[in-house]
């Protein structure tokens, strides 16, 4: 089978229900992709976030045929689209009298050995970067479950628990130290306003977890000095399962808080 070059970084991602594998994908998302790449982009479903390699990738061109007006999921209040499930690595579309083995397209191997290569793919990293994304995504992933976790799923300073306004983020940043990356240690669970703040060193915290603002606010706007003094001194709330490492907040004051960068 040929995959043509760099197609894989044209796919669709659908995120599969953990334990019963379920799917679905709108006649309107298949369209906008047919139409820009005709068939030549891949379906690529993952299965449980926190498992590194559980996923499929799946050529369109190899399962186009199923993926017709027929096989239309029934349920007429909601807009066309197709609904299926994998179990024991068979595909299934709602409707559709047979099943499609897809073991050959799970996690990574084999859908590098199924590349036809030439002398310009051979120079080609496109594939292997694609799929090393979709394993950082998966383990940024575990790392939010983690650090929502460790702080009771609520922002641990305003106590917020709307997960869609949840973010976990690093206290050493991602590009900083590999090593820290994963580590719940070095995550807070922020409102995404205090998450943007924190990442950009308009706050930082003591050693003893007290919520430390610049010296020098009234540089910032009226908008920003009243949100960091609403908030000046706040001790965030105790993580229940992984400490906040003291070295950890060090280095963001001294490194990353605008008190100490040049700000």
């Given at each position: 089978m040929k995959i043509l070059k760099n197609i894989l970084k044209k796919t669709i991602f659908e995120q599969l229900v953990q334990k019963s594998y379920?799917?679905?994908?709108?006649?309107?998302?298949?369209?906008?992709?047919?139409?820009?790449?005709?068939?030549?982009?891949?379906?690529v479903i993952?299965?449980?976030?926190?498992?590194?390699?559980?996923?499929?990738?799946?050529?369109?061109?190899?399962?186009?045929?199923?993926?017709?007006?027929?096989?239309?999921?029934?349920?007429?209040?909601r807009s066309p689209r197709w609904v299926g499930t994998i179990n024991n690595n068979l595909l299934k579309i709602s409707n559709c009298d047979f099943s499609l083995d897809c073991s050959q397209y799970y996690g990574n191997k084999n859908i590098i050995d199924n590349i036809v290569t030439n002398d310009d793919e051979k120079n080609d990293y496109a594939i292997q970067n694609k799929l090393a994304e979709i394993k950082i995504r998966q383990k940024q992933s575990k790392f939010r479950k983690l650090v929502l976790e460790n702080?009771?799923?609520?922002?641990?300073?305003?106590?917020?628990?709307?997960?869609?306004?949840?973010?976990?983020?690093?206290?050493?940043?991602?590009?900083?130290?590999?090593?820290?990356?994963?580590?719940?240690?070095?995550?807070?669970?922020?409102?995404?306003?205090?998450?943007?703040?924190?990442?950009?060193?308009?706050?930082s915290l003591t050693d003893d977890k007290k919520i430390l603002i610049p010296n020098n606010i009234n540089n910032f706007s009226d908008e920003i000095k009243r949100i960091l003094l609403s908030i000046k001194g706040m001790e965030i709330l105790k993580p229940k399962n992984y400490e906040i490492k003291v070295e950890y907040i060090k280095f963001h004051r001294e490194n990353i808080f605008k008190e100490n960068n040049g700000a």
């Open positions: 379920w799917f679905d994908f709108s006649l309107k998302k298949l369209q906008e992709y047919i139409s820009k790449f005709n068939n030549n982009f891949n379906i993952i299965g449980d976030k926190n498992k590194i390699g559980d996923f499929y990738i799946i050529p369109f061109s190899d399962i186009k045929h199923i993926f017709i007006e027929k096989h239309f999921s029934r349920d007429k209040d702080f009771n799923n609520k922002c641990c300073i305003s106590g917020i628990i709307e997960s869609d306004l949840l973010r976990a983020g690093h206290i050493i940043p991602w590009a900083k130290n590999i090593e820290t990356r994963l580590n719940p240690s070095n995550g807070l669970c922020l409102f995404v306003l205090y998450d943007i703040l924190f990442d950009q060193g308009y706050f």
